[in-house]
Nanobody, 114 residues
Framework: QVQLVESGGGLVQPGGSLRLSCAAS????????MGWYRQAPGKQRELVAT???????NYGDSVKGRFTISRDNAKNTVYLQMNSLKPEDTAVYYC????????WGQGTQVTVSS
């Protein structure tokens, strides 16, 4: 059974940084495309960043230049480094693995507020 477990969310002031982690188990990690999505209250889930096995990244327009996705295949973990955080980044962040099917984590709350 595939499991994705996110961690690293929390409350941070505008301009601050956070790093999210997503640990995968129950699947061959290296064959999937990993990604982060987010959903704010009253809004649809949106793409934050994706990273293919081959190292190709894709970012949502609102986070380009501020967020960085990376993966550690030895640890079956994908990361999202978030810098220069803004209040509009407040959302539940979900880890996604696409490997034939789509798998999702339970989400981790990120709140950017002074």
């Amino acid at each position: 059974q595939v499991q994705l477990v996110e961690s690293g969310g929390g409350l941070v002031q505008p301009g601050g940084s956070l790093r999210l982690s997503c640990a995968a188990s129950g699947i061959i990690f290296t064959i999937g495309r990993m990604g982060w999505y987010r959903q704010a209250p009253g809004k649809q889930r949106e793409l934050v960043a994706t990273l293919t096995v081959g190292g190709i990244t894709n970012y949502g327009d609102s986070v380009k230049g501020r967020f960085t996705i990376s993966r550690d295949n030895a640890k079956n973990t994908v990361y999202l480094q978030m810098n220069s955080l803004k209040p509009e980044d407040t959302a539940v962040y979900y880890c996604n693995l696409r490997s034939g099917s789509d798998y999702w984590g339970q989400g981790t709350q990120v709140t950017v507020s002074s």
